[in-house]
């Protein structure tokens, strides 16, 4: 063999070589990221303060000391606490020029006065430092990533170091989202420790709507009728009352899911601008509409789970039996009634056919199914039909009220029935989205929303003649 032939084939097995990668610990974490690299293609070499015990990492890495793993490989992630990177500091040497993959996380915000990957980087200066896969669990490297976490957030100083592990979060079949510097690594680090963020104010929201409108129902049905006529009907808080509270807030919360929306079409008309910045708070609600239909729709299911109980109540049961055996006493017969019937078979069809549009909703809000749709036909499903599910489920809710609002006895202690509380907010919602959809309106948002902008409405410096806010870039 010449040696033109042994040149090709030592570049060939360089280029074909599969790129080592260290990982000092051999915990949940760093075995479950071992598997994964190994399984991507890459070559694994574990750094371990005693190599002879390490018996359950995978097949096909190898287990070495620190020093002798770190000369191994170019990228080093360090899968220990911050309380254990005592054992760094006699290898600063062997870290000279090497990309270190900070992954820890803390137990509570502020634990510390600096993030853990910028002491990292204070411990050992010759090295590259950045935050990454901190957000992503050893169960999510194990079952492959899901859709629901697939998003490895990092950050560091050096954009070269920073592509050699977006190019290793890619291989391993996730999406690498850069945050900037390595200053945002105690953001990064903070995020674990959230619980369920986007659905704090839904939760609030759905708890304290629940709260109000169970006691209200029961002032009105329990407390009236034992204060009034000394009937001890308590039994009913199970069933009744609770069936009561469910499908207000059910509704309410899904007008909530879209009053943002209209909110927000009309402040661009009084901007006449889409550059201008929501107010904060309208910002947060927006942000949490998905959570705001889902428990909405949550509390729906319930109101449909209780509905169905009702016919095998035995309060229920009780009334037929009493009724019937009194027609048969007093020989008379129940007269059909044409309207009624019309009323409670549109009632019930209402009901059928919102719900039935308000679970589609809820199925293509699931990750899965969304991204397999185009923005327009997500748009279509969410705020089109949407509509049409909350005019259903409202006029679901006028034909269960039909005309009680006209008899007196219906205003217990001077306070409306609980019914048509819920109707106050699906109606403002509904009057301002036929406002924006007519056409002299729509034509002006959508034009708004195309870019265009009323003259006189911003400066050359990109701030607001009226306010002299910065507007929205």
């Known amino acids: ?27 949940d974490f760093g075995r479950s990221l071992g598997l994964r690299l190994l399984q991507s293609g890459y070559s694994v070499v574990y750094g ?26 170019h990228v080093v992630f360090v899968a220990v606490q911050r309380e254990h990177y005592g054992f760094l500091s006699s290898l600063v040497s062997d870290l000279e020029g090497k990309v270190l993959v900070d992954v820890s996380n803390n137990l509570k915000r502020g ?11 204070r411990l050992v200066p010759g090295a590259t430092v950045v935050k990454a896969f901190n957000t992503i669990s050893a169960w999510a490297l194990q079952s492959g990533g899901l859709d629901a976490n697939r998003q490895v957030l990092l950050c560091g100083d050096r954009s070269d170091a920073k592509q050699q592990l977006m190019d290793i979060a890619q291989s391993l079949g996730f999406t690498a989202v850069d945050r900037g510097s390595l200053r945002v690594a105690a953001d990064l680090e ?19 709507l629940t709260a109000f409108i169970f006691f209200y129902a029961l002032t009105r049905d329990v407390i009236y009728e034992r204060v ?62 998905k959570q705001l239909g889902l428990l909405a729709l949550a509390f729906g299911f319930l109101h449909v789970l209780y509905t169905l109980v009702i016919p095998i109540r035995y309060y229920v049961r009780y009334r037929i039996n009493v009724y019937t055996i009194s027609l048969v006493k007093d020989n008379t017969t129940y007269e059909f009634d044409n309207t009624a019937a019309w009323r409670y078979d ?39 039909l949407g509509y049409i599910t909350l005019l259903l489920c409202t006029a679901h809710t006028f034909l269960y009220g039909w005309d009680r ?29 036929l406002i924006l959809i ?36």
């Open 190 to 208: 903070d995020l674990p420790l959230q619980l369920f963020p986007l659905w704090r104010l839904p939760l609030n929201i759905a708890i304290c």
């Open 438 to 473: 007519t056409p002299c309106v729509d034509s002006k948002v959508t034009r708004i929303r195309q870019g265009w902008e009323r003259q006189g409405k911003t400066l050359a410096n990109g701030r607001d003649t009226k306010t002299n806010q910065p507007l929205m870039a």
């Open 48 to 73: 371990s303060r005693d190599p002879k015990n390490s018996l359950l990492l995978p097949k096909g890495s190898k287990v070495m000391t620190h020093a002798a793993a770190a000369c191994e490989a």
């Open 111 to 121: 634990l510390y006065p600096e993030s853990n990957a910028e002491y990292l980087s």
């Open 228 to 289: 009034t006529n000394g009937k001890d009907i308590a039994f009913r808080i199970m069933i009744s009352l609770a069936n009561k509270a469910f499908p207000i807030v059910s509704l309410v919360m899904l007008s909530l899911c879209y009053l943002p929306g209209a909110m927000a079409g009309f402040l661009q008309l009084y901007n006449g601008t889409k550059y201008r910045r929501f107010p904060d708070w309208l910002d947060r609600w927006m942000l949490c509409r």
């Open 405 to 433: 609002f006209l008899k007196p006895s219906s205003y217990r202690w001077w306070t409306p029935p609980a019914y048509m509380l819920s109707l106050v907010v699906p109606c403002v919602v509904l009057i301002l989205k």
């Open 346 to 384: 549109s009632y019930y069809s209402m009901g059928i056919l919102g719900f039935g549009l308000f679970v589609l909703l809820g199925i293509t809000s699931l990750p899965s199914v969304s991204n397999s749709l185009n923005w327009r036909e997500f748009s279509f499903v969410q705020s089109k």
């Open 1 to 27: 063999m010449n040696s033109d032939s042994v040149a090709m084939t030592d570049l060939f097995e360089k280029m074909h070589k599969p790129e080592t990668v260290c990982i000092f610990g051999t915990g």
